[in-house]
Nanobody, 119 residues
């Protein structure tokens, strides 16, 4: 069983920065994947950034160069540093995790999300 709790959302002006955190409570899996998603009203959920147990990361084109995903294994915490925020970044942000299965990530576990509003 995996529990994920996001925090760090809020309201910020365009051009500003926020850092989201996701506290992870889970047994230690050897091969895992964990990612940040967002969903704005009326839009599809979008995967923004993923980090794998081997340290590799990947980003959506929409956030590449502005957002950085990282994890602190000692604190069991995932972060998303968001810089140069734009109004179109306004959404509810979620972290999601799962074990890697045949090099694919099912993303079966989700947090409750944290709201980010950029004006």
């Amino acid at each position: 069983h995996v529990q994920l709790v996001e925090s760090g959302g809020g309201s910020v002006q365009a051009g500003g920065s926020l850092r989201l955190s996701c506290a992870v409570a889970a047994r230690a899996y050897i091969r895992y994947c964990i990612a940040w998603f967002r969903q704005a009203p009326g839009k599809e959920r979008e995967r923004l950034a993923t980090i794998y147990s081997d340290g590799l990361t990947s980003y959506a084109d929409s956030v590449k160069g502005r957002f950085t995903i990282s994890k602190d294994n000692a604190l069991n915490t995932l972060y998303l540093q968001m810089n140069s925020l734009k109004p179109e970044d306004t959404a509810r942000y979620y972290c999601s995790a799962d074990r890697l299965l045949n090099s694919k990530c099912p993303f079966g576990y989700w947090g409750q999300g944290t709201q980010v509003t950029v004006s």
